[in-house]
């Protein structure tokens, strides 16, 4: 276990993960210092904590910032990254810049500063074009889209720094993570808080393609418990591990889910698939039950009510601000 006092880099702290591991760590008595240039992230995400961190803000494909934000610290927790895939399609050479190179400095500045564990937020998205159900950590990678290839690129430097240099590395491999204080407003939204977003609003969520891909989708307390376990758990060094809920849910049954909670029949607007995406998603999460010590304290059903429920109290307050 990471001791109490020791000095923890959350590298994106004011994203929607991010923030979340932050709130936990300073929970748990460590001290906590973020890097991050908040051009996904926000700062809103951090406003009850600012007091309580260190903050650093500057870009990952600056060494010299990284490398200030890492010294003196115990353990980095690097989830700072551009994402979306469909950003990546449209921008790849920034997707690989923040990326691969962001994730390259991370790593030196760790190397060189005697930083005990990196832990990585890889993505399943680099299973990509595998129909092969459910995605093992020893299958074969197929990334489709940029933004997979550039998380297999750094999740390969990852391997590459523990075996080369000896830097305890992990890098944990994210299903389609979910919970309250997800930005629904970002063009890239992921896709449960832009269904809640339009059953709160009274309209229709778009889907794209017939709604029956599906996902294994990961509430945001199981992510960050996986960090924590990482962080500290032998035997986990050098190796990339799964960390969802080991079940799948289509688009379709997510938006059934929404209607009994909304209190009406939700209609979409389905239009084509996008390109990039993959159909079905489902981890096998067996690897970080015996390694890390995981298991999801949350399932997609509770974690979706959770979400709903936060979603619809700042509905509601916003909606009574609006109207004084």
Avoid at 82 to 109: E, H, K, W
Avoid at 120 to 128: D, M, P, T, V
Avoid at 171 to 197: E, H
Avoid at 257 to 271: D, K, P, Y
């Amino acid at each position: 276990m990471m001791g109490t006092g020791t000095v923890a880099l959350v590298t994106g702290g004011g994203g929607f993960i991010g923030s979340a591991l932050v709130r936990r760590l300073l929970r748990d008595g460590q001290s906590v210092r973020v890097l991050d240039n908040f051009a996904t992230g926000r700062r809103t995400n951090l406003e009850d904590v600012f007091d309580d961190i260190e903050l650093i803000e500057g870009d990952l494909q600056s060494y010299e910032r990284v490398h200030n934000a890492v010294r003196g610290c115990d353990y980095a927790f690097h989830l700072g990254a551009l994402p979306s895939v469909p950003r990546s399609i449209q921008d790849p050479l920034t997707s690989n810049a923040t990326n691969v190179i962001g994730t390259l400095n991370v790593l030196l500045a760790a190397r060189d500063e005697g930083v005990q564990r990196v832990v990585y937020a890889s993505s399943s998205s680099l299973y990509g074009a595998s129909t092969e159900l459910p995605k093992r950590e020893d299958m074969p990678t197929l990334p489709i889209a940029p933004y997979a290839v550039s998380k297999l690129a750094a999740e390969g430097y990852c391997r590459a720094f523990h075996e080369v240099y000896s830097l305890e590395t992990v890098a944990l491999r994210y299903f389609n993570v979910f919970g309250p204080g997800q930005d629904p407003q970002s063009q890239y939204a992921a896709v449960i808080p832009n269904f809640i977003t339009a059953a709160l609003d009274g309209g229709r969520p778009v889907v794209h393609g017939d709604g029956e891909q599906s996902r294994d989708f990961t509430f945001v307390d199981n992510a960050v418990d996986a960090n924590l376990l990482a962080a500290s758990a032998p035997g986990a060094a050098g190796e990339a591990f799964n960390i969802a809920c080991g079940e799948r849910t289509s688009l379709n049954d997510i938006v059934a889910r929404l209607s009994t909670f909304a209190g009406r029949e939700i209609e979409t607007v389905n239009t084509d698939p996008r390109p990039g995406d993959v159909r079905h998603s489902l981890a096998d999460i067996s690897k970080a039950r015996e390694v890390l010590g995981y298991a999801p304290a949350v399932d997609f059903e509770e974690g979706l009510r959770r979400t709903y429920a936060e979603f619809e109290e700042r509905w509601q307050r916003e909606t009574l601000d609006s109207a004084c």
